[in-house]
């Protein structure tokens, strides 16, 4: 006879409560993915240079054009608040102190990803795109590439791009602004 355990999902409401009551610490490194509270992976020194690297390039490149979000959660549904990489929001005076960014304000979500390519690959890419996330980036630091995700459709891209070292692209919301995949990668 087997038994099947039942799961109890959290909403964002409940999740962001946690820290407050102090059933997680304020800098427990976990997000809230399809209403579970998953442990996030330690980050690596390739990995934060990756990051360094982006957050350094988006901001002299986009310079006031964008507000580069660095590790933050954004509220993707009333159940998921990823905290990615890299997002590059829509600028709001009051730096989204309301509320944490939604789909709708995100031009960009960057994951990069050594340990965790298949999660991000077939979690949070699909997750994205139920959500309408415009576009995703997926650094691929093993096998040093980048995918470059577009145009949402249900739980898919339409558009999946795979560039490689020497190869040059844009952000689909800004394709005046030139950008080398070995500009990321270093």
């Keep these: 006879m087997s038994v099947q355990l039942l799961k109890r999902q959290f ?8 820290p407050e009551v102090g059933i997680l610490k304020e800098d427990e490194r ?4 399809r209403g579970e509270i998953l442990k996030m992976s330690p980050v690596g020194r390739h990995h934060a240079a990756c990051v360094n690297r982006l957050n350094r390039l988006f901001s002299q490149k986009l310079g006031d054009r964008v507000l580069v979000s660095v590790q933050n959660p954004v509220e993707l549904d009333n159940y998921s608040e990823p905290e990615p990489d890299i997002a590059l929001l829509e600028i709001k005076a009051d730096f989204y102190e309301s509320g944490h ?8 979500i960057v994951e990069v990803a050594d340990s965790t390519i298949k999660f991000d690959r077939e979690v949070k890419v699909l997750l994205d795109a139920e959500n309408n996330v415009i576009e995703v980036w997926l650094v691929d630091i093993n096998e040093e590439c980048l995918e470059v995700y577009r145009q949402p459709i249900g739980s898919s891209y339409k558009q999946v791009q795979k560039l490689e070292r020497g190869e040059n692209f ?3 919301r800004f394709p005046d602004i030139n ?8």
Excluded at 11 to 18: D, G, L, P, T
Excluded at 101 to 108: G, K, M
Excluded at 179 to 185: M, N
Aim: proline share 3%; hydrophobic share 45%.
């Design 179 to 186: 950008i080398q995949v070995d500009e990321i990668l270093g």
């Design 101 to 108: 960014p939604q789909s709708q304000d995100l031009f960009l």
């Design 30 to 33: 976990v997000e809230l993915i």
């Design 170 to 172: 844009f952000v689909q």
């Design 11 to 18: 909403n964002v409401k409940e999740y962001n409560k946690m």
